[in-house]
């Protein structure tokens, strides 16, 4: 297994075109967060082009966040064209247990397996079928809650489910893994999660999906860490994390991840 | 009454889920915002969401910065649903004067007796069919010459109606206060009124209109005289304003808050 | 020819309202860039009072970043009022070149005449249609490339093309002046291109429109370089870059520039 340095080197060599379908509060963020990273992000959701640049985009990610039907739409014909060219895509389903037209899309895009499904441990409960208490985009319940529906979803997606939260858990179904890099502060930023969601999408291009997942999640969470040694407050955290994905070098980042089998 | 410092404590004690339907130039940093005051926003407007969310949430926000026609109906729903439900929500009447598109929107959604309405000079004198001279966000008049059209709006809505400006305006129709806190870099940056607009929806939760509104806006004026302390430019003031919303106290919010019965 | 620093005086005593149809990345940006440097931004697109405000508006933007069908209508009702004025207005390509739906958007557009045109070399190529390899909102062609296909656009329009990146190029298809003024760090902030059209046509309002190009593109340039001074990594360099604009004084201006006919 590569170091998580080798797959942030690969990953900025790379600097992966990748189209983002994403809500209207994550949408700034989370191209500074991707061009912060190393990768070309592209805010493309359009259903007059949007097939046409899945058609030839590296990665796609999905975000549900600011849901209307017109997207829906947009949402279902980019993860369509990304399943049948077997390209790497990235759901983000947030808030999926809010409300019904949450949980029925959610339901439409899990079918066209997503190589990853990133959320909090509320989102993936709801997502598998067994609960979850959020009713925003903030998680009600713990991580370890959500470990076996994680385990269920991947099974039923043939892909990796990667759960956030203070320990994340990422599992292909078979194989899982911890990630206890992180700040308290993240949640209190609207938008990292989202954001955390391309960074995915950009690692997972010519990368093995469970290896580069984690290793994003690690890279993000030291992020964090090296934020919260300098800010004040969360408006110099977004500062100092923007200035910190930029700055973290791959022998930092292998230094610094803390990753265990699960 | 309660001091400042209380209420403050109150909403963080609740961290209340706050539905925002707002405009696209605000979504981010009045979710921030709000998450740096203690609250747990939600941007949910859909047609298909709308309603179901706002029969749960415990405050609604409505801003009609970048207006539509399908978010206008979406608008109208939620409204609706809280004005049922008896349940508080806020009117943010962006520019209500610029185009026939958004007076008429806003006298729709003030015949649905918004609990709060929170706007500039120009924006409370259109409301109140008292003229006012704004072509766009922002104001043109002076807070003073609203006062009359505030107390006019809170007559017709039964509610509170808040004018915002060097010296904000509060008043139900009969008691009124002038909030004297704030920095004149606060108009350089886009979206803040908008925000403080879901930071008065978190604080009416559970607590009283009039009270709490003012608290409110001693707070977020607060927060904008600490940011001035270190601030070189509207960049920085954005980043050190978002941390105080974070780091003010209750005992310090009451220390500074400059209320004055009116 | 005036300096440019007597262009930024005259900007920011006019402190013109700006009408903005642009993307959803850049909304919020866009606005407090030009906050900051002392214009009155109006983000307006919806089809219900697009044509309204652009009646009265003294400049307009429009920029086809995250495109969709009604924002198409919108772009070509309030161009043509503009057009049908001689009111100036800007036109932001933004991957003019990677789908049919921005190629036809972006033609259509062209047709009613830009006062201005800025865009980085590839959207430039594509809009001449002579070539230009980008795919998502980044250059994938150098500004030299792009030099002949300016001067033809321009020739086509009867305005002014500005095309951006290391070293601006910016022609009326007769004159044409090179501005080396900026940062390495600045594509690596999203929408920072877009809030630059924002500034180019706060600067247009009363003023010659090659000139007032110009002297934009220096300021912004500048920003930029004072900006590097301090940022490590490009979260404090946004930051300081809407400091800077805030700061930067018209003899300070006049002083960095680095304009030189070509």
């Known amino acids: 297994m590569q ?6 080197s ?15 509060v994550a949408m700034n963020v989370m191209a500074n967060v991707m061009l912060a990273a190393g990768a070309s992000p592209a805010m493309v959701h359009a259903a007059e082009e949007v097939g046409e640049f899945a058609a030839f985009t590296p990665a796609l990610t999905i975000n549900i966040g600011t849901l209307s039907a017109p997207w ?13 060219r077997g390209a790497p895509w990235v759901l983000d389903p947030v808030a999926a247990g809010a409300t019904a037209f949450r949980r029925e899309t959610a339901a439409a895009l899990v079918a066209l397996r997503p190589t990853v499904v990133r959320g909090n441990a509320s989102e993936i409960m709801a997502l598998a079928g067994l609960g979850g208490r959020g009713k925003g985009a903030d998680a009600a319940d713990g991580v ?29 179904g078979t194989r899982a893994f911890r990630i206890a890099n992180g700040d308290p502060m993240m949640p209190r930023i609207t938008a990292l999660g989202c954001s955390l969601t391309g960074v995915v999408g950009a690692f997972l291009v010519g990368q093995p999906a469970l290896e580069a997942t984690v290793a994003a999640l690690a890279y993000y969470g030291l992020a964090g860490e090296v934020a919260a040694e300098t800010a004040q407050g969360p408006g110099s955290f977004s500062v100092a994390f923007l200035d910190a994905l930029h700055n973290i070098t791959p022998e930092r980042l292998t230094a610094g991840a803390r990753i265990a089998a699960a």
Not at 72 to 84: F, I, N, P, Y
Not at 156 to 162: K, L, R, Y
């Open 10 to 24: 690969q990953m900025r060599a790379a600097a992966p075109l990748v189209q983002n379908i994403t809500n209207y």
């Open 72 to 84: 829906v739409g947009s949402m279902l014909t980019a993860a369509q064209v990304m399943h049948d």
């Open 3 to 8: 170091t998580p340095g080798t797959h942030l």
């Open 144 to 172: 370890e809650a959500a470990e076996a529906a994680a385990r269920s979803l991947a099974a039923q997606t043939g892909g990796v489910v990667a759960v956030t939260g203070p320990v994340d858990f990422v599992t292909d």
